[in-house]
């Protein structure tokens, strides 16, 4: 046990987390987005799927960069499969679920610092706190402690932050076999914003820093956005036995247009087949966007003819880009240069809607032709019959100028 006064022990767990989980904060990192009215909103729980094994791993000595090969024991505790989280419209509740379990005594398998946190921007401005992180909340472990802590910190400035909660001695393992980390923070301790991002993570380092594994998760909207399609005609109505070329739109509720990567509509749902054509726009015309988001997405519709009459809603799945928005220069490591995907992709759900009628009979078809085009086929028969009634009329009287005998048959 580290003999060092609790603040000073502390300062180094800091300094060795700006140097190291800086690192995590530029992978595919998390980022929540929750809105909360005067009453703080709630929802219920929420699960995302992040992916195994899909961490990067740097080598502190030689300053080089490769996908994290999961070799040592513990590597595996540090990578996020998935996050669950929820809110009481007090607190933000999350759980890291991992590959692995974790370990009560990290050093004892050779780690020397293990990080499980949760970065915090409240304002979504990427000129205050530290390049936009305005509160962090972790738990560490780390051989200057020989235990684990936990600590949320507010920052003002890339060189200047203050601690807001500090526990000692943290409970981590409640169990054996345990694969997972719970993760929460008030709101009311970050000012309860009206708005903000998170970004969870995970850093383990080994021996003097010679291996360091990193894992994080998507962008994410807190509380979760919500997904409609947009269509082109609207409302949606087929004809039995009819297919249709539409352009769809997604459409969130966080009023930002999401970016749509690929749609895949659910498979024998109904007996309406939907497709998803990315090579093909809803005009016909060769696409070459690889995204959409202010464009439509190309869509094929078809219906049979002995499907049943009514309204559909169709489940799709959407894989939506989140992008890449978290400062690079939170990231702090000497002589060190981390390259970091450029973007990241989360999936969710929305319906899409449309009517199935029968086909018109052959008197409706009548009616509907002569109301579409009556009007144009009245005036140029009326037209054709004056021209017609005019030139009668203008041979007519050049005969009887002639003095040619009119025939009467």
Known sequence: MSSKPLHESFRLDCNLLCLITSVTLVTINIVLYCEVDAQLQSFPRQEITVGSRDGIQLNGTANTQTKADYKDRLDKSSDIEKVTYFSDGKSLNATLWLGDNVTKNPSAEGANTVVYGVLIDV???PT?????VDYQ????WTNETQQWNSFLAEYSSPNHFRILELQRNESVVFEEDQKYIPLSFHLD???SPQKYKVLYYTVLAYGNNSKIVVDLTGWLDIPPATYTFSTLPSPLIIKQGEKMDIGVQLKSSSGVPPNAIAFIPSENYSSIKVTFNPNRSSNGSSASSTSFGIAPAPFAIVVPKEAQVGQYSIPVMVNISSGSLFPSKF??????NLSVPSQGYISKQA?????VIKPPTMAEQVKEFWSAYGALISL??????GALSTYLFDYLKNRKKSGAPIDKK
Do not use: C, H, Y
């Open 123 to 125: 304002d979504n401005n």
């Open 128 to 132: 205050t706190g530290k390049f936009g």
């Open 137 to 140: 909340k972790e738990i560490q």
């Open 189 to 191: 301790s970050i000012t």
């Open 331 to 336: 990231i702090n490591l000497l002589n060190f």
């Open 351 to 355: 319906n899409l809607s449309l009517s």
């Open 380 to 385: 140029m028969g009326a037209g054709f019959a």
